[in-house]
């Protein structure tokens, strides 16, 4: 479990995206930003999560969303994945995690009586002013975009 709250600021992070070109939460000033985390490009569940926020692209930027991938895959597999399934949207690489551990979704999992550690399927909703709106904990990977909609509709 992440040990940020809502109404936290949200960890500056920095990174690269797939495009090759360096990001950072500075980018996102003044904007409202999802920020998601997922284990890997090109696996059923990430690439479900993945399609439904690109379904819901459209109806995410009228609200003045800009959304975010991370995961620890590099910039060529992002790109590729980028590619494969036609998303509007950046991917970071974070392969150090340094950006995963920022925000609690790195750490130790559970699966088939192993324990690892791995990535936490968290997303993240930050406000213009870089505070932690919403965290989801339980994504559903195949309505993810109405999943943000609906958390955000809450309030």
Same mark, same amino acid.
């Given at each position: 479990?992440?040990?940020?709250?809502?109404?936290?600021?949200?960890?500056? /992070?920095?990174?690269?995206?797939?495009?090759? $070109?360096? %990001?950072?939460? !500075?980018?996102? *000033?003044?904007?409202?930003?999802?920020?998601?985390?997922?284990?890997?490009?090109?696996?059923?569940?990430?690439?479900?999560?993945?399609?439904?926020?690109?379904?819901?692209?459209?109806?995410?930027?009228?609200?003045?969303?800009?959304?975010?991938?991370?995961?620890?895959?590099?910039?060529?597999?992002?790109?590729?994945?980028?590619?494969?399934?036609?998303?509007? /949207?950046?991917?970071?690489?974070?392969?150090? $995690?340094? %950006?995963?551990? !920022?925000?609690? *979704?790195?750490?130790?999992?559970?699966?088939?009586?192993?324990?690892?550690?791995?990535?936490?399927?968290?997303?993240?909703?930050?406000?213009?002013?870089?505070?932690?709106?919403?965290?989801?904990?339980?994504?559903?990977?195949?309505?993810?975009?109405?999943?943000?909609?609906?958390?955000?509709?809450?309030?």
């Amino acid at each position: 479990m992440t040990h940020l709250k809502e109404g936290d600021a949200a960890p500056n /992070f920095s990174g690269t995206l797939s495009n090759g $070109k360096p %990001v950072s939460l !500075a980018d996102y *000033a003044g904007k409202k930003l999802v920020i998601y985390f997922y284990p890997k490009d090109d696996t059923p569940g990430c690439t479900a999560e993945a399609c439904s926020l690109r379904d819901g692209y459209a109806e995410l930027r009228e609200k003045g969303y800009e959304i975010l991938g991370v995961s620890p895959d590099g910039v060529a597999k992002h790109q590729k994945f980028i590619n494969k399934y036609e998303l509007p /949207f950046d991917l970071l690489a974070d392969e150090d $995690k340094s %950006v995963l551990q !920022a925000f609690g *979704a790195w750490g130790p999992k559970k699966f088939m009586g192993r324990s690892y550690d791995g990535v936490h399927r968290f997303t993240f909703v930050i406000d213009e002013a870089g505070n932690i709106a919403k965290i989801i904990t339980k994504v559903k990977t195949t309505d993810h975009a109405a999943q943000v909609l609906d958390a955000m509709a809450e309030g």
